[in-house]
């Protein structure tokens, strides 16, 4: 993968500006709480062999590969524990990532059920979770999505005469592709069916759905076509027993975009930097509270490539990735929780089958903008092996994070 960083100087400038306009701070009245999740549900399969092949023929085998890693890391009944997570906590607001939806069109001459062959890959995360709640008797709705990486169009070359959007797929020897796989990736926010919340309307020079695309972006070769690993930010004003609060829902890029490139850190960096920028530009109304969630592939504890500022780093001193403010800083709930926890949340091996939990960086985290004056059962979710599903699955990669945060009368 090629880490690039299309983020201009004017950009920088332009946010900057904005943000220096619209800087003032406005601060909550009255006693209020606020119950919310980070969850990423980890999409299935390592995409690595897709963007690292050489050659179509290639190419081809790494996507029936990762077809068969989505198939076999079955989401259809991993989506059960998920959910029943998010029931069992019952919180306000829930920030997920990495929520696909996989697509298949079978154009097959010779082979009857294509798609059938991959079983449960082909599915939608988010249709999935919000049935699997409604299942449980847990009222919840998607009230916001950002569209992140999208394979959901027509690619050029010599199957485009067949006009089917997706990646063409050869299971035979034929030379004709059998089908087509579209692929979208998403940020979604759900909110309780008690809570009041309507997306934010960002001014960003990437929108995308309800949020925004990062200007700085990952971009790789997929078959001959430049592909744009996107990532995001949505966010939603919601209102809870009469107090507001802006509920912010991110997933920056990997921490090593191009492994032999120990620079390509400075792309998530830059991610953050720009989310800073577009919290700040567009501040939140009067009197609310601002929880920033996440997927962030940054650890407290993560060593900065120089001069960098990790994500981390600058999420917790309000600073740009070239250490100048740019923002308020920002509060890393975990560490105002009564307990003394590491709290690690990535990652589980890629077949979801490692016998215990093989954690060993915090990377989903829950941010405050205002440091909450209680921090109430904050937990890490899902990291013991009788979280495992019936086939002995972890429920993803990632762990799910949980906490009740609560802020007295200022």
Known sequence: MKATARYTTVALILFALVAIVNGNI???????????MTQNQSLGADLTPIIAAGDPLEFNAAVIAALGEVAANNYHERVQSLAATIAERSPHLVGLQEMFAFGCTPVSFT?????????????????????????????YTA?????????????????????????????????????FVTVVDRDVTLARGDVAATPVSFACLKPSVDGCNYV?????????????????????????????????????????PDPSDPLSMGLQALQSTEL?????????????????????????????????????MQIVSGKAIDNTPISMPYSDTWLLRPQDEPGLTCCEDGGLLNATSEHTRRVDIIFSKAAPDK??????????ADDKTPSGLWPS??????????????
């Open 397 to 410: 990669d990632h762990a799910t994070v949980d906490a009740m945060l609560k802020f007295l009368d200022r």
């Open 26 to 36: 406005a601060v909550a009245a009255g006693n209020s709480k606020v119950r919310v």
């Open 216 to 256: 700085s972006v990952a971009e790789t070769s997929v078959g001959g076509e430049t592909i744009f690993i996107e990532r995001g930010f949505v966010a939603v004003d919601a209102m809870i027993k009469g107090d507001a609060f802006r509920f912010v829902n991110t997933h920056l890029e990997v921490r090593f």
């Open 276 to 312: 800073l920028m577009a919290l700040t530009a567009n501040p939140e109304p009067a009197g609310s509270r601002v929880v920033l969630v996440g997927d962030f592939n940054s650890d407290p504890g993560d060593v900065p490539p120089a001069p960098f500022l990790t994500p981390y």
């Open 111 to 139: 082979i009857p059920d294509p798609c059938g062959s991959f079983g449960p890959a082909f599915n939608d995360h988010a249709a999935a979770t919000v049935a699997a709640l409604q299942g449980m008797g847990a009222d």
């Open 143 to 179: 009230v916001a999505t950002v569209k992140n990486l999208s394979l959901d169009f027509v690619f050029p070359g010599p199957t485009s005469v067949f006009n089917v959007p997706g990646l063409p797929v050869f299971l035979d020897a034929d030379l004709l592709p059998d089908m």
């Open 375 to 384: 921090v109430n059962a904050s937990r890490v979710l899902n990291t013991s």
